[in-house]
């Protein structure tokens, strides 16, 4: 390499005289660590010229990477970097000490999974897991049960993470113009950048994140801002809380964080506000609405009352619920602040009026323990509305509790990204460093940010994948994954959650904390030194024993915020609400996909929606008096006009959709995602602009006479008279608990069988499980937890179009009543483990039988796929290996999977076996002991997940276990019992507590 | 050549024509029944109808082919669907099967003489429909390479099959059923093959032929033996034809599946394979009778005959039908109502009604000796009761399952091109087997024709 250079590079460190400057390069050998070699001053310079031989020196492979990508040479590398790959997973543990959570091995013992106690993140809050990793993979996640946000449960977002983590599509190496290049490159090049900011004070510097809540985060950020004063920090997410903030600004004049305790609530209003999945403390929430709804609570159930253009799963809980546009809310909510002495409008509930007057004299009733909330895509008007609604109702400080926000200053998302592209228009802006996001896909349709990003001179991205924004980015950093880095996030409530490695970064992935440090300094530190540093100087007591703990738990604990008084403003006069007319938008985030970053996890995409079953797609959701009026069949391709802008979507009749609301999921019709995403959905944002985030009016619907097949899971939603799903009312239920059971037709007896009852005595464990449809939400997350316990593969949208999906635990939806205002019922239904089991007779070589313990086993080893049993089982829980679903899965792909659990081959039967592996492992650690496992020791994948805790497991033979008293109590039953199949499954029947004032 | 009897001939019984021509002498018979697989070219007219079914053939071996390397999944099963074209296929042939040992073993019995001109044909018909059936219980396995663990063997492990299984009775039945018809079959066939052996003009051919002759010399105690040796398997054969339909409709039957827990359906099943046994026969038998100008042994009578059977199981099909509809009705059973609607009024109602035209209506023509005795009429009405036959296995099978139990588990099912293939690759099976056999084997049996020359009009007491 030579040394001396005619061409001067802006860029290099060589600039100015073209020579080398040794007490730089002196200072960047300090600066590394480990075995870093380098081959010559210019490298460890991080010249161009190097970087230039470096990509000489292997042409023909620097070349092949950039060129359009033939297939055999794609081949190739793949395999080579494949080969790489599962080397890298071998990597050994990270370096830094973390704890295990539940007892500190003395060394890893091979086949003994740990549990190590972190943090998942969804647009920035915190929810505290569990992950489970054998021999340093990571392959499960859990709530962590000490958690205050989620008190064990995960979201359906949290059970799927793992799967991003073995990604093959993640971005796996540093890219500059798209050319792959290193982090010591990057670092260079920032360092230059970073001076020529800091003499215009950072004038032209700008970050945009998403939503943050991590304390070392806003540290940094805090140094950074005043290293930079003229720099500027954007918060934005796509789907993000800026109306709950503006809501609360205007009720009280300033930034307050509103939480709900629905424990103490016995009336709920929930105004388009689906808090029992898409809040960030909906995991609480649904835990405390649970309390209140179980037959057996001792403050009685609680009745809640939603208002909402499309069915949520908040929606199907309630005991009454309305559809109504999102656009007519307001109105409602004025009409109910009129009837509770607030300046409101009574008029603007118009037909509605009479549902919103009882609703009124309900929560008065309940005064002080009752709550209204409102959801975030209602403006900031009815969130105030509500704040002051609540206050009338005397329910702040009891139902209602306000602590301060996250940020000092208000976060407003929406502004601050408009803001943002307009520096970046008159140039004022000049350098972005942008923190995951995808702005080019997502940002609205009006704003147009590619075109922004075209006229930045340096434009930086850490992201986990490659995405319509790293297209537009001079340099793209491969993010680590949350499971592979140091870091730390607040929950909704305030409570610090520790973010800890599972194992090291897979690519080379740096973390945000990494990132802005090297901004602002060089050397840099990594990012378990940043948070610890960070830490070790908040004044913690007995600092080292608290950072400990704080590994152990997951939590720092009680740093949750306090609560505080809030005093309202005068409550505006709201007048003249009148709800538009015509047909409206509504934009939600997708249940799977969220606003689009989950689009290449495969297990989200084939989970089958609430409601539609839809798998792999989304759709135009459009009541069923539209499609009337329209003609419209589901997967009928329309084309949307809003606002001048068009989308062809198909539709998907949704009963108990509001009659003129059309409802648009995000996160789907992405350009460029991996390979599991592409070319699923459509894309809403294409509609989406920034004076109608959430919903407009003004739609227009155009049959264009096109279909699209669809994949859904459930196709008929009608329980056709059949004892499968009970339900009746709280109030039925008061004056007879058996009311149910005397309805139906009794189960055969006992001895109604030719064959001995006592044929099979189970003397030891009894397994049983029972699941309450009283507290079932049907949010899917039990689904997607079986599926990673179990290393159930997904087969894709054809296979599911065939009807072959593989979930051994379904959501089955149910609809009663009228079409337009259905009431919605679910119902969880894995194996049934009959002890009449009509699959196990009919098996020719006894593939499928009984244990002494009452589970019906599949043998997969036996198995010769005759499919037999699933015909003749009358729940249709049996899943089968049509196709060979786990071909051709990457050695990184393979790691996700569960070592503890067989991965079936094709043409074998599969099915829930109660997840028999983790009663085998609670089996050897309760003999270990000499005792028997206790109750509640044992947990199934399904019951550990479930936010509501509506699925119970454990032993039948003993009668204090609580499944023992679960199946005692009067509302139990077994479903299709009349067959005589005696299941080991029961459900509660689910009851409803309507307000005896109200017709329906 | 002998004509066609004059038509509206009957005798005492009212059938039509004779059981032979008039005019036969043994010399006549043996030599025209040996031209045949002796004669140094075949008809066009064979070379044009095995290539159709070698093609075919062809087809089930890409078809199989593949569904070794992928598996069941590229055929249309799913969840609930389990068993589609597979199992409908398989109950189809084995019911196609039933004729052949039905005429052979069981009017054989009964002394009737109408088995004669078509017995070897049928014999011959059973034994490739029962291949044709038995290739779908392996293929239809999701690791058909483990088939034989269903077999009780002496097994290592200690591991036997599951005898409550209704699939495992069906490999005892169908393997039993197989065996004995093979037997049956070959055994009537040992005096018919030293008869080609004898007139063989090559010495190549008098080899082969004299092999599988099994050095039949003709001498009474040869005959004595073959007859009582014939006898005793036919009795052996003759509860067979009831039992393997029986147990194949266990299948079904045993399930809890509405649409298949029913006690009709041995019976019922019965009565349909023999149904469309007689139909494969007559669509079979017409042209070729017609093509090899044998008018004169297999005579309008054994035609009129077999219609008639077609009638009476025709009947007890269809009052199979109407059972099962009553039955969902009587019992009260809110899952039987619901099948049973579903069938006629579901998604795969056109079946449904589809199958009573098929099944109820069109036999409904035989009534007539007119229609009985047309040929092109009687081969139009077998074909719509073989289709009817696959619709009905259709509509049980598919019906039955789409919609049980579960409302939010209902399914459809749709076959695929390869489901297709398969139906159609056996039925290349089944003809190459055939065209083999009328080019090789002789066709009709030639001892037990020359006991009809000897004794046209015996009347069994």
């Known amino acids: 390499m030579p040394m001396n250079r005619h061409d001067h590079h802006p860029i290099s460190e060589t600039e100015d005289s073209g020579r080398i400057d040794i007490s730089r390069i002196r200072r960047r050998l300090e600066e590394m660590h480990g075995l870093n070699y380098w081959r010559s001053l210019d490298e460890i310079a991080g010249t161009p010229e190097f970087q230039d031989f470096l990509h000489r020196e292997f042409p023909s492979a620097a070349s092949e990477l950039k060129d359009e990508v033939s297939r055999r040479h794609f081949l190739k590398i793949m395999g080579a970097s494949l080969a790489l790959t599962g080397m890298a997973a071998c990597t050994r543990q990270p370096v830094e000490k973390i704890v295990p959570y539940v007892k500190q091995p003395p060394e890893l013992v091979p086949g003994k999974p740990l549990h190590y106690a972190t943090t998942a993140l969804l647009d920035g809050f915190a929810t505290g897991i569990l992950v489970t990793t054998h021999e340093g993979r990571p392959t499960k996640i859990e709530g962590n049960p000490d958690h205050p946000i989620n008190l064990g449960a995960t979201t359906a977002f949290g059970q799927a993470m793992v799967l991003d983590l073995y990604d093959p599509d993640r971005a796996q190496t540093v890219l500059n113009a798209g050319k792959p290049a290193s982090w010591e490159a990057f670092l260079s090049v920032m360092n230059l950048e970073m001076r020529a900011q800091r003499e215009k004070k950072g004038a032209g510097l700008r970050i945009l994140s998403g939503c943050v809540t991590s304390p070392v985060f806003h540290s940094q950020m805090r140094a ?143 005064a002080g323990r009752s709550a209204v909330i409102a959801g975030k895509g209602q403006p900031a008007s009815v969130h105030a509305l509500v704040h002051w609604i609540n206050g009338a109702l005397g329910n702040a400080g009891k139902t209602v509790v306000y602590t301060n926000a996250f940020d000092s200053e208000l976060v407003n998302g929406m502004e601050s990204l408009k803001k943002l592209v307009a520096d970046i228009e008159s140039g004022s802006a000049d350098m972005l460093v942008m923190l995951g996001g995808n702005p080019v896909y997502d940002a609205p349709v009006d704003i147009d940010f590619s075109k922004a990003l075209e006229k930045l001179k340096m434009c930086v991205r850490l992201g986990v994948d490659e995405n319509e924004t790293s297209r537009f980015c001079h340099w793209h950093i491969p993010a680590a994954h949350e499971l592979e880095s140091w870091g730390d996030a607040r929950a909704f409530d305030g409570t610090v959650s520790i973010t800890q490695p599972l194992i090291e970064p897979l690519y080379g992935g740096k973390t945000p904390l990494e990132l802005i440090d090297a901004l602002l300094r060089q050397p840099t530190r990594n990012s378990y030194t940043i948070v610890r540093d960070y830490w070790s100087a908040q004044n913690l007591p007995d600092f080292e024993k608290t950072w400990r703990k704080a590994l152990s738990d997951g939590f720092i604990a009680g740093t949750a915020f306090e609560t505080i008084a809030v005093t309202s403003a005068e409550p505006a006069r709201t007048s003249n609400i009148r709800p538009g007319g015509g047909l409206e938008l509504v934009f939600r985030p997708d249940p799977s996909v969220w606003d689009g ?133 709280w109030q039925e239920f008061q004056s007879d608990p ?190 270990k002991e000499d005792r028997k496992i206790r109750d509640g020791e044992l947990v199934t994948a399904c019951q550990a997940a479930c936010p509501a805790e509506a699925i119970v497991f454990g032993d039948l033979n003993d009668p204090a276990s609580r499944v023992s008293k679960l199946r005692a109590q009067p509302l139990s039953y077994g479903m299709l019992g009349e067959l005589n199949t005696r299941p080991r499954t029961s459900y509660l029947g689910k009851l409803r507590n309507p307000n005896p004032e109200m017709k329906s | 050549m002998i004509g066609d009897p004059p038509p509206g001939k009957s005798d005492q019984h009212g059938n039509p024509g004779e059981l032979i021509a008039p005019g036969q002498t043994y010399a006549g018979i043996t030599g025209r029944i040996t031209s045949i697989p002796l004669a140094k070219q075949p008809p066009r007219a064979w070379y044009f109808g095995f290539a159709i079914g070698f093609a075919l053939l062809m087809m089930l071996f890409l078809a199989v082919t593949w569904l070794l390397v992928k598996g069941v999944g590229i055929w249309g099963i799913n969840m609930p669907v389990a068993w589609g074209f597979a199992i409908v296929n398989f109950v189809w042939w084995i019911g196609i099967g039933h004729a052949g040992t039905f005429i052979s073993a069981i009017l054989l019995l009964l002394f009737q003489q109408w088995r004669t001109g078509i017995n070897r044909f049928t014999e011959a018909m059973t034994l490739f429909a029962v291949a044709c059936a038995g290739i779908f219980p392996l293929l239809h396995l999701g690791r058909p390479w483990v088939f034989w663990w269903i077999l009780p063997y002496p097994d290592t492990m200690g591991l036997w099959p599951q005898f409550r299984s209704p699939l495992v009775w069906d490999v005892f039945a169908v393997s039993t059923y197989f065996t004995v ?85 041995p019976p019922y099943f019965v009565a349909g394979a023999i149904f469309s046994g007689f139909a494969m026969v007559l669509n079979i038998i017409i042209p070729i009778r017609k093509l090899y100008r044998l008018e004169g042994f297999i005579t309008t009578r054994y035609l009129n005959n077999m219609a008639n059977i077609m009638l009476v199981t025709g009947e007890m099909v269809a009052y199979g039908y109407l059972i099962e509809a009553f039955m969902a009705w009587y019992s009260g059973d809110k899952f039987e109502e619901y099948m049973m609607h579903n069938r006629a009024f579901g998604p795969y109602g056109w079946v449904f009604w589809g199958l009573m035209v098929l099944n109820v209506a069109v036999p409904q023509l035989l009534w007539s000796r007119r229609v009985r005795t047309n040929t092109v009429l009687l081969f139009l009405v077998a074909f719509a009761i073989n289709i009817g036959m696959w619709v009905e296995r259709f509509v049980i099978v598919i019906t039955s399952l789409q919609r049980d139990f579960m409302p939010s588990a209902w399914g459809m099912y749709t076959p695929t091109a390869w489901d297709w293939a398969t139906l159609a690759g056996t039925v290349g099976l089944f003809l190459t087997l055939l065209f083999l056999f009328i080019r090789f084997v002789p066709m009709i049996s030639i001892s037990e024709t020359r006991e009809l020359v000897a004794e046209p009009k015996k009347i069994p007491a």
Not at chain 1, 848 to 855: A, F, Y
Not at chain 2, 234 to 251: E, I, R, Y
Request: charged share 20%; net charge neutral; aromatic share 10%.
């Open chain 2, 181 to 265: 018809s093979l037997l049956f079959w070959y055994l009537g066939l040992l005096p018919d093959l030293a008869s080609v052996r004898d007139m063989a003009e090559t010495p190549l051919k008098r080899k082969i032929y004299g092999f599988f002759a099994l050095g039949w010399r003709g001498s009474a105690a040869h005959w004595q033996r073959h007859q009582s040796a014939y006898l005793l398997l036919a009795g052996l054969a003759a509860p067979l034809v009831l039992s393997v339909h029986s147990v194949v409709s266990f299948d079904f039957s045993v399930a809890i599946v509405p649409g298949w827990h029913s006690t009709i359906f």
């Open chain 1, 224 to 366: 950074l801002l005043a290293a930079f004063p003229l720099a500027k920090w954007c918060q934005r997410e796509p789907v993000g809380l800026d109306t709950v903030r503006l809501g609360a600004q205007i009720a009280f004049g300033r930034a307050v964080e509103t939480l709900y305790n629905f424990e103490k609530a016995d009336v709920i209003l929930a105004l388009d506000a689906d808090f029992l999945s898409t809040h960030p403390a909906s995991l609480r929430y649904a835990r405390q609405f649970s309390t209140r709804r179980r037959p057996d609570t001792a403050d009685g159930m609680n009745r809640l009352y939603v208002a909402e253009p499309s069915s949520s799963i908040t929606g199907a809980m309630a005991d009454h619920r309305l559809s109504l546009a999102a656009g007519g809310i307001e109105a409602l909510a004025s009409a109910l602040a009129h009837r509770l002495g607030l300046p409101g409008d009574d008029g603007g509930a118009g037909e509605h009026g009479g549902w919103i007057a009882a609703v009124a004299a309900d929560l008065k009733r309940a």
């Open chain 1, 738 to 927: 058996h009311f149910m059971s005397a309805r139906t037709e009794p189960e055969p007896g006992r001895d109604d069988t030719l064959y001995s009852p006592d044929e099979f005595k189970y003397t030891g464990y009894k397994w049983g499980m029972s699941i309450d449809l009283n507290t079932c939400i049907g949010c899917n997350t039990c689904a997607i937890a079986c599926q990673a316990e179990n290393n159930i593969p997904t087969v894709g949208k054809d296979q599911v179009a065939r009807g072959r999906e593989m979930h051994w635990i379904r959501v089955d939806a149910y609809y009663r009543g009228g079409l337009d205002d259905p009431e919605i019922s679910h119902q969880p239904v894995p194996c049934m483990h009959c002890e009449n089991a009509p699959c196990e007779v009919v098996c020719p070589v006894g593939a499928t039988v009984h244990d002494d313990e009452g589970l019906n086993m599949q043998v997969y080893n036996r198995c010769i796929g005759t499919r037999y049993c699933s015909n003749n089982c009358p729940y249709k829980v049996r899943r089968f290996n049509f196709l060979e679903f786990n071909a051709g899965m990457t050695s990184v792909q393979k790691m996700v999977k569960n070592p503890d659990v067989t991965v079936r081959s094709r043409g074998v039967m599969e099915k829930c076996t109660y997840c028999t592996q983790r009663i085998n492992a609670a089996r050897i650690t309760a003999e």
């Open chain 1, 597 to 729: 970053r989950f689009v290449n996890n495969a297990w989200l995409q084939e989970l089958p929606r609430p409601f539609t079953k839809l798998t792999w797609d989304n759709a135009a959701l459009i009541s069923p008096a539209l499609a009337q009026r329209e003609q419209l069949q589901n997967g009928d391709v329309v084309e949307l006009e809003f606002r001048g802008r068009t989308l062809r979507i198909p539709v998907w009749i949704l009963p108990g959709q509001a009659e003129n609301s059309v409802t648009l999921h995000l996160g789907y019709g992405r350009q460029k995602t991996g390979r599991v995403g592409t070319g699923t959905g459509f894309n809403a944002y294409a509609l989406r602009t920034s004076d109608a985030l959430w919903f407009g009016s003004g739609l227009q619907i155009r049959k264009t006479g096109e279909t699209y097949p669809f994949s859904t899971t459930q196709r008929h939603f009608n329980v056709e008279g059949r004892d499968i799903i009970r339900e009746g009312t």
